[in-house]
T-cell receptor, first 112, second 113 residues
């Protein structure tokens, strides 16, 4: 069966510091990978998606970037965090474009 | 732009008291409507996909239905362990990003024993 791992579960960072969140998927090959952000009182918002190694598409302009160095690894990064980057970050995978997306347990990011 | 509206925002039921959650949507070329369950501090857990009007899916006490404008999640004889936030999402197939799920804000369901 397929599993998805995200770490860390919680993170507290000062404004202006860098960020690296990692997500890995097991039990499948060449998955589509996604990064979402869930803000309080708002629906999940797609930030980035990837259909293959090195292929990244951005949905919204922002202070964040994403990379996919390996088939089943997806990384969310920032060079300098802003207060507005606080939120619950979720990684997801799917077999193909219109198949269900399956989520990890997320990272709660607080910016001080 | 795709839009999803869920109602009610919160629902409190007694154990065994059946009810329905609503998801109204507008989307360009529906490719799928998805229901998820989310527990506090966790990621959404996939429940159902519906692809066309008239389709129904069932899982234990849950049944999802779909029309051209809305979807319902029916909960029959709920138990306290059904307490969670239920999320609805749509994926369109024409215009804009075809990879994005557009989510509603969810319905917080509480089932009291």
């Amino acid at each position: 069966s397929q599993t998805i791992h995200q770490w860390p579960a919680t993170l507290v960072q000062p404004v202006g510091s860098p960020l690296s969140l990692e997500c890995t998927v097991e039990g499948t090959s060449n998955p589509n990978l996604y990064w979402y952000r869930q803000a309080a009182g708002r629906g999940l918002q797609l930030l980035f998606y990837s259909v293959g190694i090195g292929q990244i598409s951005s949905e919204v302009p922002q202070n964040l970037s994403a990379s996919r160095p390996q088939d089943r690894q997806f990384i969310l990064s920032s060079k300098k965090l802003l207060l507005s980057d606080s939120g619950f970050y979720l990684c997801a995978w799917s077999r193909s474009q219109y198949q269900p997306q399956h989520f990890g347990d997320g990272t709660r990011l607080s910016i001080l | 732009e795709d839009q999803v509206t869920q109602s009610p925002e919160a629902l409190r039921l007694q154990e065994g008291e059946s009810s329905s959650l609503n998801c109204s949507y507008t989307v360009s070329g529906l490719r799928g409507l998805f229901w998820y369950r989310q527990d506090p501090g966790k990621g959404p857990e996939f429940l159902f996909t519906l692809y066309s009007a008239g389709e129904e899916k069932e899982k234990e006490r849950l049944k999802a239905t779909l029309t051209k404008k809305e979807s319902f999640l029916h909960i029959t004889a709920p138990k306290p362990e059904d307490s969670a936030t239920y999320l609805c999402a749509v994926q369109g197939g024409s215009g804009g990003s075809n990879y994005k799920l557009t989510f509603g804000k969810g319905t917080l369901l509480t089932v009291n024993p």
